[in-house]
Nanobody, 122 residues
Framework: QVQLVESGGGLVQAGGSLRLSCAAS????????MGWYRQAPGKQRELVAT???????NYADSVKGRFALSRDNAKNAVYLQMNSLKPEDTAVYYC????????????????WGQGTQVTVSS
C-alpha cells in the first residue's frame, strides 16, 4: 500500500512564508510527477505546481514568482516553499504523486495526500 504524508500547513499573516512537505511511503517502484493542488471553500480543486522526476516544473500563474517547488528523488519527497503569501492563497493543499508500485510497476497510480490547511490572514 502506498500513501502520501503531508506536513507544514498553518496560519500565517499576509506577506509571510510557509513550507509544505510531502513524502511517499510504501511499496514503491518509482515516483514520477509530484506536486500540489489546492481547494478553497466553495471552489474546485486547482493546480498549484508540479514537478517531473527530472525536475521540470509547472506553476499556476497565480503563484509564479512566489512559490518554489522542489523534490528529493532519493526520499520520494516534494517540497513547496510559499513566499509572499496572500489571503487568496488560503485553502486546503493536497499533495499529489504519480506512483508505480512494486506490485504493478508498469501501471501508474494517482495518489493523493489527506490535505493540509493553509490560512493567510490579512
Amino acid at each position: 500500500q502506498v500513501q502520501l504524508v503531508e506536513s507544514g500547513g498553518g496560519l500565517v499573516q499576509a506577506g509571510g512564508s510557509l513550507r509544505l512537505s510531502c513524502a511517499a511511503s510504501g511499496s514503491i517502484f518509482s515516483v514520477n510527477t509530484m506536486g500540489w493542488y489546492r481547494q478553497a471553500p466553495g471552489k474546485q480543486r486547482e493546480l498549484v505546481a508540479t514537478i517531473t522526476r527530472g525536475g521540470r516544473t509547472n506553476y499556476a500563474d497565480s503563484v509564479k514568482g512566489r512559490f518554489a517547488l522542489s523534490r528529493d528523488n532519493a526520499k520520494n519527497a516534494v517540497y513547496l516553499q510559499m513566499n509572499s503569501l496572500k489571503p487568496e492563497d488560503t485553502a486546503v493543499y493536497y499533495c499529489y504523486a504519480a506512483i508505480l508500485p512494486r506490485t504493478s510497476p508498469l501501471v501508474s497510480h494517482d495518489v493523493w495526500g489527506q490535505g493540509t490547511q493553509v490560512t493567510v490572514s490579512s
